[in-house]
Structures are given as C-alpha cells and as structure tokens.
C-alpha cells in the first residue's frame, strides 16, 4: 500500500467545539463533509483520544469553524497541539456565542449540531450532526488540508488519521 | 440557516467506481475522507438514487480515484452527469483493473476498499471501505470541489449533498 496516496485525498481544516461541564473546549479537525442536505447534516471524524471527543459524547452536541488560511497560530497550536487534559483552551482563546455553542470568531463560517447518530471505528467516531444553525463569519477563503501543509508548513498531530510517523 | 456557510466546507473530486453484474459502473462524489491511518479506512457518502449505491451494496467493494484539476470532460460528463440506469458508463470511458477493481487511468491516485460498515441517513448512505490497495497514478494536482466549482465552472449535479435548487 503506497501511503502517499492517502495524502491526495482533500479536506479543509476545521475546529471542532463543545462543552466540557459548562467550559468551552475544542480541537482542530481535517475530517468533515456534508452529508445530505435537506434536512442538512455534516459528518466529523474524531480520535477516541481527543478530550473533545468524550465531551461531544457527553453533550450530543457540537459546533464547526471553518477555518481561513489567515488563521492564526495561536487556534492552530492551541487548539490543535495541546491537550484539554493539560490546559483550559479557552481561556487564552477568545470564543463567541453562537446558538449557544462556542465558535471561533476569526473562522469564514460556522455549524451549530445535534449529534443524531455514530459510527465507530477502532480509533475514531464518525459523528453524524444534524445542523441547527449555520452562518457565514467572514468571506476569507478557507484553508485546505494542502494550503496548511504546503504554504503554512504545518504537520499533521498524532491523533490525525493523516498522520505518518516520521 | 445560511446554506453559503455549507459551501465553506472543502471537498476533493472523487469517481467511485464499482461492479455491476461484471461490468464496470461509478459516478461522481466530493464526500470522502479518511478515518482511520491503521487500518487506513475512507468513508464516502453516495446518494441513494445513485445507481451505483445499490451496486456497492451488493458487491461491499469500491474503488476511489482521486480527480485531477485537469480531469477530462468525458470523465465527469459520463459518470457525474449520466446515470447507469440509462448508459454503460464504461462503454465509452477507458478504465484499468486494480486489484480486480476499476479505476480511472488519468487519475491522481486511487484506492480498492471493502465495505466494512455502513451509516445510513435519509437520502445518503456512508460507506466506510478498508483500503485493500491504495497507489498514486501521477503527481498531477487533486481537483478540489472549490477548483471544480470557481475554474472548472461546474455545477452540483442533484444527488449531490451540496445541491442547491436555482
């Protein structure tokens, strides 16, 4: 099996939030796509080991950013390199309101969903969220999974099912 | 809800391609992703009026070629905009055999998977293949949704989850 083929695979780069007892947490996903469309539905795949995950297990409920190519360091690195086991993200992360779900501001649009049913791998779950509200933040281009890789030199974290070990 | 934020979201161009009764059958998709790096599994969403969902139900295999931006017509033409209802796709279209399934030459990559779970919704199932073979066919660019749509001036053919009525 020739893993590289993997990598021309295309996606965007997302962060993916909910609520841990009343605090805001969150990660930085690759792995989402709409689904259907009426009523419309969005799949997000995350690993056992991401603190969200048990928490959006717990909730039945998360929001989507769609991250632009302008996003900065400190979403990516907070969200995306560390672990809510060790820091509360949001405390130094801004975050805004929406549909009573934590979004990240600076993202070019966001999706507030209830969890309506899973699909469970070895090492992730597919979550399946039914919309609740979806809205544009900004008209900034989103980022691709290449654009973050190839122009902002970022590498895939180990819980991402891209990840190759060096 | 803002259905513009949906088309944030950042997809690839995809055929899937499959076994109908012996002959070679596919159509377009954006939705894939990979899931997990180990085993490496893709998911892929596939409307349910797709003639090629029930050959994928009945075969449990698929194949995924990934699309590059300079894909041919008659490649999306033929399996994105024809259904297999009314044509032999692969009459007219050249395919090669890999690992006994049928993939597209001009691709960019290409991958063989089993179908080991499935996620149904009400107009899509989500297929999740393990990736039997997985090899690259060129180093040309993968076409994203966003090059498709902004270059390539294509529209969402109805099937599709990103599909909004004029």
Known sequence: MDYKALQKISYGVYAVTTWNQ???????????????????TIAVSINHNNYTHGCIMETKKFALTV??????????GTLGYQSARDIKKFESLPYELKDCMPVIPE????FTCDVVDTLETNTHTIFLGKVREAGVLSDKNPMTYA????????????????????
């Open 22 to 40: 009343g605090e805001a947490t969150g990660c930085i996903a690759n792995s989402a796509m709409q689904i259907t469309s009426e009523p419309a």
């Open 107 to 110: 993202g070019c649009a966001y």
């Open 67 to 76: 991250l632009g190519e302008d996003v900065s360091p400190e979403v990516i």
């Open 147 to 166: 654009y973050y890789h190839q122009v902002r030199k970022a590498k895939s974290p180990k819980n991402a099912p891209t990840y190759i070990p060096e």
